[in-house]
């Protein structure tokens, strides 16, 4: 491998569509011990005091590499459940026909020279990096993902930042679609928000227009990429029906209707915003979805239509979530949906562009303007 492997540390953050490099950590296994009150003080002139002694070294908890890794496997069963990952780095290597689930949070993970795999990746803080892997299948939660030198790979994906491929072939996406009892709190612990999902927007170092690297997946097939037989030890039936964590969102896909309707959140709404998707779900198709911070000229723009004189400046440098639904008739029952439910009481925080404002400034928001990073 290309990659050295430390634990208890963080990939830094990545810029967009950088290339795929080989990981550098640094060790974080020797802390110092924070100062107390009143230990830093001089000594006053003639004080018998001894000597203020350096700081002393604490060494974190010893952890055992071979409990981070899957490695040469064939054939076999690999899980990893709750609380034995631990938000540490995971790697997998040179595995094959394997299913794989690392049911817990994970700080970054690379996938090396994996062959025919059925593997499940739990909400990841950082990057996925997969590498030189062929025939696999993978349903991944992250924030970053990167693919390189694989072939023949179909994906189930949450990512929060557009997808990087490079070097790669015949890869299948779509929405992420999984779920069990703690996912909901291992995605809030590594700060993925169920939402922000941009799986669809797929970056390719190496686009080919003749005969494209990456296509959708069937969104029926990514239910059916793990072996959930093989996990049915740990993840019951049950928590596999429970309402979706990460809502299925259209993307690229071709929408139904164009019928649409633009649903705007303003600040500090996430309770909104899960209330609505939790409706939407249920009554219209989510076209997508998208958390971000726009810059001043950009909330001017796209405030231009409101009476409002002060939203754009209540916005500024702050995230708001933009969420587009389609359906028939549906500008009107959202709009019935936000005044005689619940989520009334939080119309304040929430604006719906005008129809004829909703083509061009939902573009804007979820196609051309990009994060800061």
Request: glycine share 4%.
């Amino acid at each position: 491998m290309d990659c050295s492997f430390k634990l208890g540390t963080c990939v830094a953050d990545f810029k967009q569509h950088a290339s795929v490099l080989p990981y550098q950590a640094t060790d974080y296994n020797l802390r110092q011990v924070p100062k107390m009150g009143g230990c830093d003080s001089k000594a006053s002139k003639g004080s018998t005091s001894k000597p203020k002694a350096k700081p002393r070294q604490v060494k974190k908890k010893d952890l055992n590499p071979a409990d981070y890794v899957f490695s040469k496997q064939t054939d076999a069963v690999l899980i990893r459940k709750e609380g034995t990952i631990d938000g540490e780095q995971f790697n997998l290597e040179e595995c094959k026909n394997c299913d794989i689930f690392l049911l817990d949070t994970i700080a970054t993970s690379f996938v090396d020279d994996c062959h025919n795999c059925r593997v499940f990746i739990g909400p990841v803080e950082t990057s996925v990096f997969i590498r030189n892997c062929t025939s696999c299948s993978f349903v991944i939660a992250c924030q970053q993902y990167r693919c390189r030198d694989c072939q023949d790979c179909k994906l189930s994906l949450y990512c929060g930042t557009e997808p990087i491929i490079e070097s790669s072939q015949n890869m299948q996406f779509a929405c992420f679609d999984f779920n069990y009892f703690s996912l909901r709190g291992q995605m809030a612990r590594a700060g993925l928000k169920p939402w922000n999902n941009k799986w669809w927007m797929v970056y390719d170092f190496n686009k080919n227009e003749d005969k494209p690297n990456w296509g959708l997946l069937n969104q029926d097939e990514a239910s059916s990429l793990l072996r959930l037989e093989a996990c049915a030890a740990v993840v019951t039936p049950e928590e596999l029906e429970n309402e979706r964590v990460v809502p299925i969102t259209l993307g690229s896909r071709p929408w139904p209707t164009k019928e649409t309707c633009f649903v705007v959140f303003l600040p500090d709404s996430e309770t909104l915003v899960e209330a609505f998707l939790s409706k939407a779900t249920a009554k219209w198709a989510i076209c997508r979805a998208r958390s971000m911070v726009l810059q001043e000229e950009q909330l001017k723009t796209f405030f231009a239509w409101a009476k409002e004189p002060k939203l754009a400046s209540k916005c500024k440098g702050q995230e708001m979530t933009g969420i587009q639904v389609c359906g028939q008739d549906v500008q009107k029952q959202v709009q019935d949906a936000l005044n005689l439910t619940g989520m009334a009481t939080g119309a304040k925080n929430i604006r719906i562009i005008p129809e004829k404002e909703t083509e061009a400034l939902a573009k804007s928001f979820f196609e051309t303007w990009k994060d800061e990073v």
